[in-house]
């Protein structure tokens, strides 16, 4: 599976974006989509995941509440909108496929790098004040 993420740019804090990634050369439908990102000086760190089938979405906290993740297997994409951005959110933000969540209660979690088998190449946001 190859990913292409797109959407990034330069934005002011309180505005929205939304990246997209595409899929191609696998079954979409079948792999939970996650984006990470990557601050300047900092490690990856998960964002959201959407999982394959149900679509059930999770976010981490610090983007509860803004940030959306969507996907649409009809056109093998994955979305994130991003809304009320603010400084701290800029980043390269990468999208991801993955295969092996990881079982809580009854539902399987995709919040750890090791649950995603493929990865796009990422794209910068950057949010100035």
């Known amino acids: 599976v190859q990913l292409q993420a797109s959407g990034g740019g330069l934005a002011q804090a309180g505005d929205s974006l939304r990246l997209s990634c595409a899929a191609s050369g696998g079954t979409f439908s079948r792999y939970a989509m996650g984006w990470f990102r990557q601050a300047p000086g900092k490690e990856r760190e998960f964002v959201s995941f959407i999982s394959w089938g149900t679509g059930r979405t999770y976010y981490a906290d610090s983007v509860k509440g803004r940030f959306a993740i969507s996907r649409d297997n009809a056109k093998n994409t994955a979305y994130l909108q991003m809304n009320s951005l603010k400084p701290e959110d800029t980043a390269v933000y990468y999208c991801?496929?993955?295969?092996?969540?990881?079982?809580?209660?009854?539902?399987?979690?995709?919040?750890?790098?090791?649950?995603?088998?493929?990865w796009g190449q990422g794209t910068l946001v950057t949010v100035s004040s």
């Open positions: 991801a496929a993955g295969s092996r969540g990881t079982a809580y209660s009854g539902s399987y979690y995709y919040t750890g790098e090791g649950s995603y088998d493929y």
